[in-house]
């Protein structure tokens, strides 16, 4: 098993740019969640899902979209990126309570 | 709402020496309880949870985390800290409420001296 995986591993953008970031988990897990990690703040819910074609919004969503079209993918999406969105995000997934997460993207805008 | 609280932004203790990291949570029912572990550039890598039952609950690499529930507190221990311990430490409070959610706290950054 692979558990969460997500790509890419580092990118980074131009503001106004838009990008997807792409997690996929193969442990048949329903939920799963994106959280920015940004120094002092610790782990912060941009968006989750608790099913295939559900999602909802989490702490901090403004700014980003999400799309879990397959049970096993959930996709982050910057629409129009901006400074603020310099970040590590963090892709996770659980089946009932204990959260598995991914290696991180690292993201900045310039 | 789920809220978590750890106190010490950071704390240094000596290789050998003991240690605590204090967190306190805000939930209306009881909650779950996690203490993850990130070392630098690194995931989060879960250490001990807390669901039910014995309130003293034990974890990995020679960690242990005491529930109580009258302080709504979930403080992490270890009784003689190694070097390789030095990392980010989080606290978190998940909840069954429409999904279940997990929310973090801030983090406590552990520095461990020779």
């Known amino acids: 098993n692979a558990g969460v995986t997500q790509t890419p591993k580092f990118r980074v953008l131009k503001t106004g740019q838009s990008m997807t970031l792409l997690c996929a988990q193969d442990?048949?897990?329903?939920?799963m969640y994106w959280y920015r990690q940004d120094p002092g703040m610790g782990l912060r819910l941009i968006h989750y899902?608790?099913?295939?074609?559900?999602?909802a919004k989490g702490e901090v969503p403004d700014g980003y979209n999400v799309s879990r079209l397959k049970k096993q993918n959930f996709l982050l999406g910057l629409e129009s990126a901006a400074p603020s969105q310099t970040s590590v995000y963090f892709c996770?997934?659980?089946?009932?309570?204990?959260?598995?997460f991914g290696p991180g993207t690292r993201l900045t805008v310039l | 709402a789920q809220s978590v609280t750890q106190p010490d932004i950071h704390i240094t203790v000596s290789e050998g020496a003991s240690l605590e990291l204090r967190c306190n949570y805000s939930?209306?029912?009881?909650?779950?309880l996690f203490w993850y572990v990130q070392s630098p550039g690194q995931g989060l890598q879960l250490l001990l949870k807390y669901f039910s039952g014995d309130t003293l609950v034990q974890g990995i690499k020679g960690f242990e985390a005491e529930f109580k529930r009258s302080q709504s507190s979930f403080n992490l221990r270890k009784p003689s800290v190694h070097w390789s311990d030095a990392a980010e430490y989080f606290c978190?409070?998940?909840?069954?409420?429409?999904?279940?959610?997990?929310?973090f706290g801030a983090g406590t950054r552990l520095f461990v001296k020779a």
């Open positions: 996770a997934s659980t089946r009932e309570s204990t959260v598995v």
């Open positions: 978190a409070v998940g909840a069954s409420t429409g999904g279940f959610k997990t929310i």
């Open positions: 442990m048949n897990h329903e939920y």
């Open positions: 939930y209306g029912a009881t909650p779950y």
């Open positions: 899902s608790v099913g295939e074609g559900t999602t």
